[in-house]
């Protein structure tokens, strides 16, 4: 690139060319020359920005949790609305699989990664553990208006729902297959629960 041509949000840029490095070749191929050729900066760039490789890695992996935790941030105010299979689903293919797939590759490469986002974030909220979070809200939410029984594990539904979620982007299926699987592995957490609200 040109010396002097702005680059725009260089980070996200960064960001960007990182999942697909994670995608294309694997957490084993991940550097930071990687990323920069990937991204068509020069390596100085990542380190204008980063103080040094974990520290870039820890920033991409708090931007898209954040961004991953406003995905479903409004999942439990859907309660008493649609169906509860409808507002699950939509949820889940409402995050983006390319961001699922490099915060699972790189919280299994990197174990620390995991605590550095909760240390910026908070407790159990790195990677698909808010989409867990925000899932176990709204059904207990749900709970409260009669649409789930009284006697369902929120919080263990919610681990189903995103353990389908997980095992689907990580079998790198995509479009309609990936979205029927998610809907079929939905409807079957939720069988039994009541379509309206009981008194």
Do not use: C, K
């Amino acid at each position: 690139m040109p010396r002097g041509v702005a680059i725009p949000e260089p980070r996200q840029q960064l960001f960007a060319a990182l999942e697909r490095v994670l995608a294309g070749e694997g957490p084993t191929r991940l550097t930071g020359r990687a990323v920069t050729r990937e991204a068509g900066v020069a390596t100085g760039l990542l380190y204008a920005h980063f103080a040094n490789f974990d520290d870039f890695l820890a920033g991409y992996a708090v931007d898209r949790t954040f961004q991953l935790a406003g995905e479903v941030a409004g999942l439990p105010g859907r309660a008493g609305s649609g169906t509860v299979a409808g507002n699950l689903s939509e949820a889940l293919l409402a995050t983006p699989p390319r961001t699922l797939l490099a915060l699972t590759r790189l919280t299994a490469s990197w174990p620390d990664l995991a605590a550095n986002v909760q240390a910026v974030l908070g407790d159990g909220a790195a990677g698909l553990q808010v989409i867990e979070r925000a899932i176990a809200g709204y059904l207990d939410a749900e709970r409260e208006l009669g649409r789930v029984p009284a006697g369902a594990d929120a919080q263990g539904l919610a681990l189903a729902a995103v353990g389908a979620l997980h095992h689907v982007v990580l079998s790198g299926e995509a479009g309609p297959v990936a979205e029927a699987r998610i809907r079929r592995a939905v409807a079957a957490v939720t069988a039994g629960f009541p379509a309206v609200a009981t008194s």
